[in-house]
């Protein structure tokens, strides 16, 4: 038998907060067009991500995969650091 492989569902996004143990909200941007206008509109989507290490900041730009269901809202979990955010004194 030939075995599927599973597609794993990746998103970019920007982290907004961290305040949570081991869990940080990421905002996901898209576009997309309007259907009766025509013009492409920005709309954007929290997700709720488990971050293991506790070690991402917000302003932080993280790639996240979707995965196994941690809890009730929390089933897409970082996968690496795309970019820190540059802190301020």
Do not use: C, F, Y
Not at 9 to 19: D, F, M
Not at 37 to 62: F, M
Not at 70 to 77: D, E, N, P, R, Y
């Amino acid at each position: 038998m030939a075995e599927t492989k599973k597609i794993m569902r990746t998103l970019l996004g920007k982290v907004e907060s961290n305040k949570m143990e081991k869990t940080v909200t990421v905002r996901v941007p898209r576009l997309v067009k309007h259907p009766v206008v025509g013009k492409i509109i920005k709309l954007s989507t929290k997700v709720l991500a488990h971050d293991e290490k506790n070690e991402i900041n917000e302003g932080d730009l993280v790639e996240i995969t979707e995965g196994k269901p941690v809890s009730k809202s929390k089933s897409w979990v970082v996968t690496k650091i795309v970019s820190k955010a540059v802190q301020e004194k």
